[in-house]
């Protein structure tokens, strides 16, 4: 499947600008992967109702908005990009932070800190790729 979702998208970004059609597609699909795991690992421990609920649900959207931004690229620039992986980025650590006050006795907070860092990394690597091309 992550081949013919990388297909597809290679051919949709034909229609973009010359600065965003240079992405690299395994990293922008390992991005994408990451931000849909972590936006599961964030609502699976939002049903909690411990303290970290709250940024647990809203790393879940923030993530959710990541991916699809990056599924329907007409229109992003590298600016916008950026903007919305630092925004990732930074709920990711909000959350990841929350949720490790709490990974000594919940698994479930220990598993959605893991999926946090993991999204920010691939955020991360995402940047580093648009920089490197730029």
């Known amino acids: 499947m992550d081949s013919?979702?990388?297909g597809a998208?290679?051919?949709n970004m034909e229609s973009m600008t010359d600065d965003m059609a240079m992405m690299d597609?395994?990293?922008m699909q390992a991005c994408m992967d990451a931000c849909s795991a972590c936006e599961?690992?964030?609502t699976v421990c939002s049903t909690q109702l411990m303290d970290c609920a709250p940024a647990c649900?809203?790393?879940a959207d923030m993530c959710n908005t990541m991916m699809r931004s990056m599924m329907r690229m007409q229109g992003m620039n590298p600016a916008s990009m950026m903007t919305m992986l630092n925004a990732c980025i930074a709920m990711c650590q909000l959350c990841m932070d929350e949720c490790m006050r709490h990974a000594d006795h919940s698994e479930v907070?220990?598993?959605c800190a893991q999926a946090c860092q993991a999204c920010m990394d691939a955020c991360m690597a995402m940047k580093?790729?648009?920089m490197a091309s730029a």
Request: hydrophobic share 50%; proline share 0%; glycine share 0%.
């Open 4 to 6: 013919m979702m990388m």
């Open 9 to 11: 998208m290679s051919k």
């Open 25 to 27: 597609m395994s990293v």
């Open 40 to 42: 599961q690992a964030c």
């Open 57 to 59: 649900m809203n790393c």
């Open 109 to 111: 907070c220990k598993m």
């Open 128 to 130: 580093d790729m648009m």
